[in-house]
């Protein structure tokens, strides 16, 4: 029996985020090099997203590309931004067809110009799509993250925008890259890490984390269904008692 068939629709988690990992792992096991990892990792993504059209779900980020992951080796890099960039110019209509929006976070500027061009392109294209909003972290992390929001909450505070009493949690999301889409209630990291990276530190205060022992590339549609099955067993509690949620039942 699939776990598919286990899932409730009316508790679908409505925002999705995964930590793809275990690519270069995968590609060492089979003696290959690490790009053959990435390649094959894409495929998965294909099948990740293909899933939360079916199932509906609203809202899928993807760990693509870290700050920290600059600091791999120059061949590597090339080989995934060439990667991100072909994959693209495949996946873009298929995007379309299945109504996906797409958009990223991270510092985009950093990536090669004909990668963001296609990028910009693609989230242009996309821009009008009512499905799945689908958001790549590039050149991301979220340290990077919340120091970009304290400047410019700073910058305001200096030009007399703003007062220190209107400092607020709601006024910090809104200075954050993802101030257009929801809290992610589910986050899926792969490959047996057990770690955040440096990925949505604020955003997820309240997620419900699953780790799997399978890498990146292994991950198929059935592996999102488990997690989704998984997450439907927990009590999510936000900091009240198990007495409280029933009651409010």
Request: net charge neutral.
């Amino acid at each position: 029996m699939s776990y598919k068939n286990l899932i409730i629709k009316e508790n679908r988690p409505n925002h999705i985020a995964i930590i793809m990992d275990g690519n270069g792992r995968w590609a060492k096991k089979i003696g290959n090099i690490r790009l053959v990892g990435h390649k094959k990792g894409a495929n998965s993504v294909n099948e990740v997203i293909e899933a939360c059209v079916e199932l509906e779900i609203k809202y899928l980020t993807l760990y693509a590309f870290s700050t920290e992951n600059w600091n791999r080796p120059k061949t590597e890099i090339e080989g995934l931004m060439s990667l991100l960039l072909s994959t693209l110019e495949k996946e873009l209509e298929k995007l379309k067809k299945h109504g996906v929006r797409l958009k990223t976070i991270g510092d985009i500027s950093k990536l090669p110009q004909s990668v963001e061009l296609k990028l910009k392109k693609a989230i242009e294209e996309t821009a009008t799509n009512t499905g799945l909003t689908l958001t790549l972290a590039l050149s991301y992390s979220s340290r990077w993250e919340i120091t970009e929001m304290v400047k410019s909450i700073v910058e305001k505070y200096k030009n007399t925008e703003i007062t220190e009493n209107e400092i607020t949690s709601n006024l910090i999301e809104s200075h954050l890259s993802t101030k257009d889409i929801p809290d992610p209630e589910l986050l899926i990291r792969t490959s047996g890490e057990y770690r955040l990276s440096n990925f949505l530190l604020w955003q997820i205060a309240y997620t419900e984390l699953y780790f799997t022992d399978t890498l990146w590339p292994d991950f198929k549609k059935e592996d999102l269904y488990k997690a989704i099955a998984d997450y439907q067993k927990r009590e999510r509690r936000f900091g009240k008692t198990g007495e409280q949620i029933s009651n409010e039942a």
